[in-house]
């Protein structure tokens, strides 16, 4: 069993009441109806206490005084039996109103964490393992539905039933009062040590369930990979390690949970055996009837019940101080794509763009992109090439705006694309990206994420338009041809394909386009240049190009190295200057050749 508890480096810190106040601001749906669901819980709760009396009423009235009045018994335990079926009644609907709440509040959270990840840049995406933000948005914020739905109230009305029955009590018996609270203190004190140990072990829990999704997905993920490499051994021993690990932080926090439990009941029946102990010995001397100790008795288990009920209210609101420390964490991750406040629109015509001095780097790493900077004029075709690792595809993500630059700036139409609104930049500029990604659902589904409103026929249409209707009639089902889960039914190529229709129906002015280095077969080769030739006709367009074939169209090729801009110029005009573009062109054409049969 684990016995240190790992930190948590992507939690919020500060103490578990700052935790829950902040917490409970981030879903102010919960509030909604909240006074009422408190006072009928308090109801529910006094409730209780009116039955020992109504029992201490029927012994000491009716059955000690020797002469029943079966009238009188008959109507106080009607009473008694009014008062039970009210309480569960109000009960039920304090609980059913937190229920709704709760799920509510949480549906709010969940949409605005999911909302939150999707809005952070690409540099936060590429630093973050998805299981942990899929954790994040799922299993962390589900730790807070028992704590909302039951926990939070509880400590509410568990506190007004531990003073109200202290109240009844003291008015039965003073000096007996006073001889259970000294008998709790014991208990309490212990509690506060087990609790001290809860809230770390919680943590550790939140902290295991992240890496067990981060490993589980990227082996599921990567199944491919680990089969034909032959690491299923390594693979499953590393996914079993971290099964075990987070088994035993579960473990770990069920030891001390149920160890708070079991004090907290093995107390009470001390408390209670104590109690009855003093009040025997000293009883005939209060003066108390044997009704009045019998109501203590009850009121005493009725303060205890609570202690008890408490120690698993900790144990959930411990669980969500741990989950909302991470999910808060999250949320508090600044929105470094922000939207702009007034955003310009974009005008329907191909814009130029221009990137201006722009500097970049990944969190973490250096500089990736070194002041670069060029145009592309309206309309125009420009190609990026350079050695792998040389910032094409960075370059292509900061035009996008799937990340903004350190420094220096980027123009489309003239309009810094920090103050162009989201929905303008999105509708007009296109980005296919280098792995394009596909949903498991049919060929033309897929194509209409680039446009929800594009019919069949403008599905076909844009397969035509790009010269890929035999890739179509290929397909055994045509558009209704399920492509698998990431696309894994259609080869490399023919994914390129689908992404190409995607952005064709979109009809952007401007795309951005980061050639797949995947080979394909000659023919699917073929159509998808004739495909790219076809789609950025007539558009702005900006390609990073790994088969160099493409750049010998272009109307200018930026060239990078080491995140530089080096040469610019038409393909012929840099051959003849014999500089990095000639030396990667010709590598080109030797492994081109090499290559074909
Ligand atoms: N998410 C990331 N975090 C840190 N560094 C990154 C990240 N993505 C890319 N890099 C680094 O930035 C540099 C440029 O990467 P980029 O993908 O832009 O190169 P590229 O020219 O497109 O390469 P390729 O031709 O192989 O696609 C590389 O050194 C790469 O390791």
Not at 421 to 428: E, G, I, K, P, W
Request: net charge negative; glycine share 10%; hydrophobic share 50%.
């Amino acid at each position: 069993m684990t016995t240190t508890e790992p930190a948590d480096p992507e939690s919020v810190t500060g103490s578990t009441t700052a935790v829950i106040r902040r917490g409970l601001a981030a879903i102010p749906a919960i509030r909604e109806g909240l006074a009422l669901t408190v006072v009928l819980a308090l109801l529910g709760g006094v409730g209780r206490l009116a039955v020992p009396v109504l029992i201490q009423q029927v012994i000491d009235r009716g059955l000690s005084t020797g002469h029943i009045s079966s009238g009188r018994l008959l109507g106080l335990s009607a009473v008694a039996a009014l008062v039970v079926l009210v309480t569960a009644v109000v009960n039920w609907a304090s609980l059913a109103r937190l229920a709704i709440a709760s799920e509510r509040a949480l549906f709010d959270l969940r949409v605005s964490a999911f909302t939150h990840v999707h809005r952070l840049s690409v540099a936060y995406h590429s630093a973050e393992t998805r299981g942990k933000l899929v954790s994040r948005v799922t299993s962390d914020v589900e730790t807070l539905s028992m704590f909302l739905q039951w926990g939070g109230i509880a400590w509410l009305v568990n506190g007004a039933i531990m003073l109200a029955a202290l109240a009844g009590m003291a008015f039965y018996d003073v000096g007996l009062t006073l001889v259970t609270v000294v008998l709790t203190v014991p208990l309490l004190l212990l509690v506060r040590v087990v609790v001290g140990r809860l809230g770390p072990a919680h943590t550790a829990v939140r902290v295991r369930v992240a890496e067990l999704l981060t490993v589980i997905s990227e082996t599921i993920q990567g199944a491919a990979v680990i089969r034909s490499y032959g690491v299923v051994e390594p693979s499953l021993r590393r996914t079993t390690t971290s099964i075990h690990r987070w088994r035993d932080s579960k473990i770990r926090a069920g030891y001390l949970g149920g160890l708070l439990f079991s004090l907290a009941d093995l107390f009470a029946v001390v408390i209670v055996v104590g109690v009855v102990a003093v009040g025997l010995a000293i009883g005939p001397s209060t003066g108390n009837s044997a009704g009045e100790l019998v109501a203590f008795i009850l009121l005493v288990t009725l303060f205890l019940a609570p202690i008890t009920e408490f120690t698993q209210v900790i144990d959930f609101t411990q669980s969500a101080v741990a989950g909302w420390r991470r999910v808060l964490a999250l949320l508090d991750i600044d929105e470094d794509i922000a939207e702009p406040v007034d955003g310009r629109q974009l005008p329907p015509d191909p814009p130029g763009v221009v990137v201006e001095n722009v500097v970049f780097g990944y969190p973490g790493a250096g500089v990736t992109l070194d002041d670069v900077s060029f145009e592309v004029p309206a309309g125009h075709q420009v190609v990026l090439v350079g050695a792998t690792g040389s910032g094409k595809t960075t370059l292509t993500k900061l035009i996008a705006r799937l990340a903004d630059p350190d420094r220096g700036r980027i123009l489309i139409g003239g309009v810094d694309v920090r103050e162009i609104a989201t929905d303008s930049l999105r509708s007009r500029l296109v980005v296919v990206p280098q792995e394009p990604f596909l949903f498991d659902t049919t060929v033309e589904e897929n194509v209409r994420y680039g446009r929800p409103s594009a019919t069949r026929a403008e599905i076909e249409h844009a397969f035509r338009e790009l010269g890929a209707e035999t890739f179509l009639a290929g397909l055994p089902h045509g558009l209704d041809t399920p492509v698998g889960q990431r696309g894994e039914s259609l080869s490399a190529g023919e994914r390129q394909l689908v992404a190409l229709a995607r952005a064709h129906v979109a009809d952007p002015a401007c795309l951005i386009l980061d050639e797949a280095t995947s080979a394909v077969d000659p023919e699917i080769e073929l159509t998808l240049i004739k495909a790219l030739r076809r789609l950025t006709a007539g558009r702005t367009s900006v390609t990073v190009a790994h088969r160099l074939a493409v750049a010998e169209q272009a109307d200018e090729v930026m060239v990078l190295e080491g995140g530089r801009l080096v040469e610019r110029g038409r393909h012929d005009d840099l051959l003849v200057a014999d500089g990095v573009y000639a030396g990667l062109y010709h590598s080109w054409r030797q492994a081109t050749v090499e290559a074909s049969p």
